[in-house]
């Protein structure tokens, strides 16, 4: 069980940057682990002409790595969680880490040239490839992304035409959990946080991001068709109208928006909340102190992440870098790194090193499971389902109007 305080909410001001669209990757294989050097253009979105690693050499002795908060443990936090220290004895490249709390604040760093390399989530990683702050990443120099899952490959949030720019590290589902002695009959829909949230005023419970307007997104594609939403990240004005219009109804019986797990887990165990949206390990470490929660993934499908470590176009210390990308999703260091932070490994292989039913509990390797899942993509103008004779909004336009949701 992780023991860092995690936040993903994406707050303050997204950095303005000029998109000129992109499309959807498609595919199960590889995801180009051989692909061309230079630009890749898909949906009409040309990634910027970036060198690509066509072989490896000896390591720099150096690594400065980004990351969420504890992705990167070296046995600081806890003696018994440490798959940095091997790395550093196995490859003779000393890490360096900084910890950043939102996905606004890793593009910001990035764009330094200071670190070396990032876990990216879905919010960050098209801004940091549109951005020239990533460099394809070749999968045939990495033995380990062979045992990733296929389903993580080659997606809209981590590749452009087939070209992969990162390594899937972990993944995750946002689920609805509810209080089961006040939440009577249980669930099924996201409509309870929603159309219904009325029932519950004061106890509902949301995440504290601008990305959740895509839940909302989400919410209405399944019950107003006639909106035309395709997909929860590709909003046109209107679409995105009524979205803010449901969120700005949902607001008024939301009793607190949460972006620290162990701030909600709390929140239902006092029972200030009751219900909302919620992560796999926060429902875990609920039940194991004692609150009567149940979480589920609902009839719509949800939201979720899939998060990637990229490689800095400007490194200085590429083969560290690589290195590191192998590392990271060895069958022992991801296993460590998904029981800790709490989500579903991205390397099958791992999931014969965690704990009794860890992978059945986080669904690793569920593609049914995971399909069902939307994730974390950034909204650009390029409209993602592949409309073209309407411009979407953009990620700035969604940290606007969830500024005017929350007033």
């Known amino acids: 069980m992780r023991r860092s305080t995690i936040t993903r909410a994406a707050t303050g001001a997204v950095l303005a940057l000029v998109l000129t669209g992109c499309g959807t990757s498609s595919g199960d294989d590889d995801g180009g682990g051989g692909g061309a050097t230079g630009s890749e253009e898909q949906g009409g979105f040309t990634a910027p002409d970036i060198e690509m690693a066509e072989s490896l050499g000896d390591n720099e002795g150096t690594l400065s790595v980004l990351a969420w908060p504890g992705y990167a443990e070296d046995g600081s936090t806890d003696k018994s969680v440490d798959w940095v220290t091997p790395f550093e004895e196995g ?87 509810y209080n089961t002695d006040e939440v009577d009959p249980a669930p099924t829909s996201w409509s309870s946080v ?120 400007k490194t200085e210390a590429p083969n560290c870098a690589y290195a590191w990308l192998n590392h990271i999703v060895s069958p022992e260091a991801n296993a460590a790194v998904a029981e800790w932070f709490g989500e579903a490994p991205a390397n099958e292989k791992a999931c014969d090193l965690t704990s009794d039913g860890f992978c059945e509990s986080y669904h690793a390797g569920d593609e049914a499971y995971a399909e069902k899942i939307h994730y974390w993509t950034t909204p650009i103008e390029q409209c993602l389902d592949g409309r073209t004779d309407v411009t979407c909004t953009t990620y700035q336009d969604w940290t606007q109007a969830w500024t005017e949701i929350k007033g």
Request: with cysteine; hydrophobic share 35%; aromatic share 12%.
């Open 91 to 177: 490859t003779g490249c000393q890490v360096e880490v900084k910890y950043f709390g939102t996905s606004d604040e890793a593009v910001s760093l990035m764009k330094s040239g200071q670190y070396d390399v990032v876990s990216a989530s879905g919010d960050a990683s098209l801004r940091l490839i549109a951005g020239g702050d990533v460099a394809p990443v070749n999968t045939d120099l990495i033995d380990n992304y062979a045992d990733v899952w296929s389903f993580l490959k080659d997606r809209d949030w981590n590749s452009v035409d087939g070209q992969m720019y990162g390594v899937p590290h972990g993944y995750g589902a946002n689920l609805l959990m």
């Open 194 to 313: 929603f159309d219904d949230a009325g029932t519950y005023s004061g106890k509902v419970t949301s995440y504290d991001s601008p990305i959740y307007i895509a839940d909302a997104a989400l919410y209405l594609m399944n019950t107003q068709p006639d909106l035309g939403i395709k997909d929860p990240y590709s909003l046109d004005a209107d679409q995105l109208a009524a979205a803010v219009d449901l969120l700005k109804q949902q607001r008024e019986h939301v009793g607190e928006y949460w972006s620290d797990y162990l701030k909600e887990t709390q929140a239902f165990k006092t029972g200030d909340s009751v219900i909302g949206t919620t992560w796999q390990v926060i429902a875990n470490l609920a039940q194991s102190e004692g609150a009567t929660v149940e979480a589920f993934l609902p009839d719509e499908g949800s939201t979720g992440w899939s998060d990637t470590w990229m490689v800095s176009s």
